[in-house]
């Protein structure tokens, strides 16, 4: 019986977003050139796989050293937005632009502390049938005790929310062009990629890895950073927050007819109770709660208010 012929090696384009990566974006472009060099020798991915690096309106040099990176290796696309648009909105720019010019889009970040070796297991799951694999950290101890804390915290409460949730993924993970595709049908101006990828379905894999030092530069995600992009993932995938406010608005409220039956009680009984010390703390207790209501309320209405917009999530300023 004849063997099967070997299958075609994928043509691969890799997405690095960048922000003020002057410095760093050189060595991370020719780690992944040498990435890409090995999965051809092994015939997973083909010559004419190429890196696209999108600048993310970086106000240093960045987009001085992509110029000279496309120009130097020919394997190299830059894309130069107008303006700082945010991290995901730089990582559909990418994807959308290459959708029809690669079979597998891989997305990683510019930093390289996501381990690039793991690209190759990527490519034999999408082999295997696999349309989406996600890269999962196993391993955090390059971030401090506070960031890995607060990591923890944030995965197992969206987990609760939102069983879909991959514990460790971040923004590494291929999928192939047909998924990129659907992705587009997403037209949402919120939009937080880590829960859409799984709310897509298809076929998935994991691929695990320890995450590395970073090479040179500066983390673009201090803690407030991350704490806004934790709160922007809840409140972008699901309405949790605004059940909770209902059933904890029930609690006070059975709370506050227990503590005014007891008042009437008391004061039928002929011994009412002396002081504002009470009855001040129930106030400031309930002011706190719907102070706290309302600005959960109005964090969502500020998303309806920006989907209705239609704002461009991007603009393509330059080319090379």
């Known amino acids: 019986m004849p063997s099967a012929p070997p299958r075609p090696p994928f043509k691969v384009c890799i997405v690095v977003p960048c922000y ?3 410095g760093v974006i050189s060595h991370t472009v020719r780690t992944l050139l040498d990435q890409l060099t090995k999965l051809e020798a092994e015939s997973l991915a083909s010559a004419s796989s190429f890196i696209c690096c999108v600048d993310d309106g970086s106000r240093d040099g960045t987009w001085t050293e992509i110029e000279q990176l496309a120009g130097a290796t020919g394997r190299v696309k830059g894309i130069k937005l107008s303006a700082n648009f945010g991290h ?3 990582l559909v ?3 959308f632009s290459n959708r029809s010019q690669a079979d597998i889009l891989i997305t990683i970040d510019a930093d390289l502390q996501d381990d690039e070796n793991v690209i190759r297991a990527m490519l034999e799951h999408h082999r295997d049938g696999k349309r989406v694999v996600y890269g999962v950290r196993l391993e955090r101890q390059v971030d401090s005790l506070l960031k890995r804390t ?4 944030y995965y197992r409460m969206m987990k609760v929310m939102n069983d879909r949730t991959i514990r460790g993924h971040a923004d590494y993970r291929s999928a192939d062009a047909g998924v990129i595709a659907d992705l587009e049908r997403f037209g949402e101006a919120n939009l937080y990629l880590r829960g859409i990828f799984p709310l897509i379905g298809y076929p998935s894999a994991e691929v695990h890895f320890a995450r590395k030092e970073r090479h040179a530069g500066v983390s673009k995600y201090p803690i407030s950073k991350l704490l806004s992009l934790a709160w922007q993932g809840i409140t972008s995938f699901t309405t949790t927050p605004l059940r909770m406010v209902f059933y904890i608005g ?3 409220f059975l709370l506050a007819a227990g503590y005014g039956s007891w008042v009437l009680y008391a ?4 011994s009412p109770i002396e002081g504002w010390a009470s009855v001040t703390l129930l106030l400031i207790t309930f002011s706190s709660f719907n102070l706290i209501s309302l600005g959960i309320i109005g ?3 500020g998303k309806i208010y920006k989907e209705v917009k239609q704002r461009p999530r991007y603009i393509i300023e330059a080319t090379v």
């Open 299 to 301: 964090e969502y209405v």
């Open 150 to 153: 607060l990591a923890a915290l």
């Open 250 to 252: 029930l609690a006070m």
């Open 20 to 22: 003020n990566e002057q």
């Open 267 to 270: 004061a039928l009984s002929g």
């Open 93 to 95: 720019a990418g994807l």
């Open 88 to 90: 995901p909105n730089a």
